[in-house]
DNA sequence: CCGCGAATGTAGCCGGTGACAACATGACCG
DNA sequence: CGGTCATGTTGTCACCGGCTACATTCGCGG
């Protein structure tokens, strides 16, 4: 209903607001979203936010959790893709796809990794990358694939990639030359790990 | 010379400036640095700041390039514990080195990687990370230590360097875990790339 | 169906901040 | 010794986050 001008109440500010920022974060650092500003655009009063969100930080947070989310589906999307196929291709799959989202989201991968400083981070889910690589590595192993630690190479894995995702953000590493980085550091990391690679 | 009271004129302001807020930066984050702050600490006007740093943006600038130069000393010193060694002791050395000084600098790191978002950064200087590596490597390459492409295994190395870095910042590697994850991700980049090794 | 409490939004205030301008001080050089 | 210019100061503005007091609406229980 709520015809013509604003209603009174806007009817899901929290989801509204989240999306705003997220859609700030994307082409902006994460200090300079404002609470007022979201509040402006969504054409509601300043104080509003504060309804749903005590503080900026709390908005933050959700934000990074949205943000892990949002890798996972990311690597949905990447395991569809490469159903079927060896670890290897997987394992390069999900990274080139993890590495594209960092590079296209700096600021929300930034948020996902604030150092704990201010309060508590929501840990990755299930599934991010990290965990995820982990039990697809544990996977291998119990498949007597691989002839190395699951949860060393995991950790390794995705260390690489976190690693040339600050890379590319920082601008030490060419957009055009991400996916041959990917690929790359991923099989160095799998020489000599496996019986059958 | 300026006996008691606040002589009219700091000195040094820029340099104290800098100083005070690089302490800053080592429990907290860049963002709430404040120049009024950092003013304040130092005794002197809160308008002062402005007349050695046109913008926060500036200070923040310095304080990246700051950073890069206490990377290159930091290398410098592993690389005088490691002198004589194998390329792999060194590499390991300064890896270990390089990580901690992340862990301990997180916020310092993140500026001196902030994307180029507002503005050009400073590019690393010759000797830090990136470049020494790639120079090692090379030099290794050319002594026909090494078996595969120097730019690349640099490459591959310093983002795994980052990357460990950022998960230890994120809280996601523990901090007693960390020599071990940087030796072992040094090590499995390395394998099959030198006739010596 | 109504009435009341809870949820949501508003208006206004406070202290703090970065940027700016106008002015004051004093260092340095010819 | 005098002037110029770097450096520091005071004051102001817009904005921000957080808070409180108040207004409106929703929805549930009687």
Do not use: C
């Amino acid at each position: 209903m709520s015809s013509q001008s604003t209603p009174y109440h806007h009817g899901d500010l929290r989801s509204a607001l989240l999306e705003a920022a997220e859609d700030a974060l994307r082409s902006g650092r994460a200090q300079d979203i404002s609470l007022r500003g979201l509040a402006r655009e969504l054409g509601v009063s300043h104080a509003a936010p504060r309804r749903h969100f005590e503080d900026k930080q709390q908005l933050l947070d959700a934000l990074a959790e949205i943000g892990w989310s949002r890798v996972d589906e990311e690597l949905r999307q990447a395991d569809l893709a490469a159903v079927d196929q060896d670890l290897r291709t997987l394992l390069v799959a999900r990274g080139i796809r993890y590495v594209r989202f960092a590079i296209a989201n700096p600021a929300l991968i930034e948020l996902m990794f604030a150092y704990k400083t201010s309060g508590r981070r929501p840990p990755p889910p299930e599934g991010s990358i990290g965990p995820s690589s982990i039990d697809l590595l544990l996977a291998a192993r119990r498949r007597g694939e691989l002839a190395v630690s699951a949860n060393h190479l995991a950790r390794s894995l995705w260390a690489q990639l976190q690693g040339l995702a600050a890379l590319a953000i920082g601008g030490f590493i060419a957009d055009e030359d991400l996916d041959a980085a990917v690929t790359e550091g991923i099989d160095r990391l799998l020489v000599n790990t496996s019986q059958a690679y």
